[in-house]
């Protein structure tokens, strides 16, 4: 089954401890994308890859890093969390071909919780 | 710059009856616009897109969508509402002239009532 996995869903975690967001997906996709979703703002990208070793600041980049080390796996690392990044995460890919008018396959989300 | 209005955060309607969820958008160039559904504790669930050509577009579930070029709009709509569509929707735009970014509205929760 065509899929993007993450994890973990749900992690609840304190103010400064290291916690990495694992992505991965099936689907052979060059482009791969972070987003977090907050009330109110919508989802707001974080970074996105646009092919392995290949990766760019979104619009809200501040605390968060990523890698591509393979076409499969995007983690997201977040080095010392605030609370402020308390938020839902999403992992999203995409062919690169036709990158614009291709949809976006989305993973199940991680609830983030920092306190 | 690329943005996207939705401006109602809620939706009420009947089952049985017909429902629009409004999207506005604003984009240099020609826009790629779609809607994506969210169901509770789900991600994001591709519904539709317009790329060219018709401007009513079908998707998933029965959703519809019509781009109106002179009102820079694209609002979902369904003839008749299942109480299953209740979810949060979610419109974006990109275009062929910003072909990194997905720019999304900040979503409408659709409330279908018995």
């Known amino acids: 089954e065509a899929q993007v996995t993450q994890n973990p869903r749900y992690l609840i975690t304190v103010t400064g401890k290291k916690l990495t967001v694992t992505c991965s997906q099936n689907?052979?996709?060059?482009?791969m994308s972070w987003y977090r979703q907050d009330p109110g703002l919508g989802l707001r990208q974080i970074y996105y890859?646009?092919?392995?070793?290949?990766?760019d600041k979104g619009d809200v980049p501040e605390g968060y890093k990523v890698s591509r080390k393979e076409k499969r796996n995007f983690p997201l690392i977040l080095e010392s969390p605030s609370p402020n990044q308390t938020s839902l995460y999403f992992c999203?890919?995409?062919?690169?071909?036709?990158?614009?008018?291709?949809?976006?396959?989305f993973g199940p989300g991680t609830r983030l919780t920092v306190l | 710059a690329q943005s996207v209005a939705q401006p109602e955060d809620q939706v009420n309607v009947a089952e049985g009856n017909p429902l629009t969820v409004k999207c506005t958008y604003s984009?240099?160039?020609?826009?790629?616009l779609f809607w994506y559904v969210q169901y509770p504790n789900r991600g994001l669930q591709f519904l539709l897109k317009?790329?060219?050509?018709?401007?009513l577009v079908k998707g998933s579930y029965g959703f519809e969508a019509e781009f109106n070029k002179s009102q820079t709009s694209f609002h979902l709509k369904k003839p008749s509402a299942l109480v299953s569509d209740s979810a949060l929707y979610f419109c974006?735009?990109?275009?062929?002239?910003?072909?990194?970014?997905?720019?999304f509205g900040t979503g409408t929760r659709l409330q279908v009532f018995p």
């Open positions: 890859s646009m092919n392995v070793e290949v990766t």
């Open positions: 689907m052979n996709h060059e482009y």
């Open positions: 974006a735009v990109s275009s062929r002239d910003n072909t990194d970014k997905l720019i």
């Open positions: 317009y790329i060219t050509g018709d401007n």
């Open positions: 984009v240099s160039g020609n826009p790629y």
């Open positions: 999203a890919s995409s062919p690169r071909a036709g990158l614009s008018y291709n949809e976006q396959f």
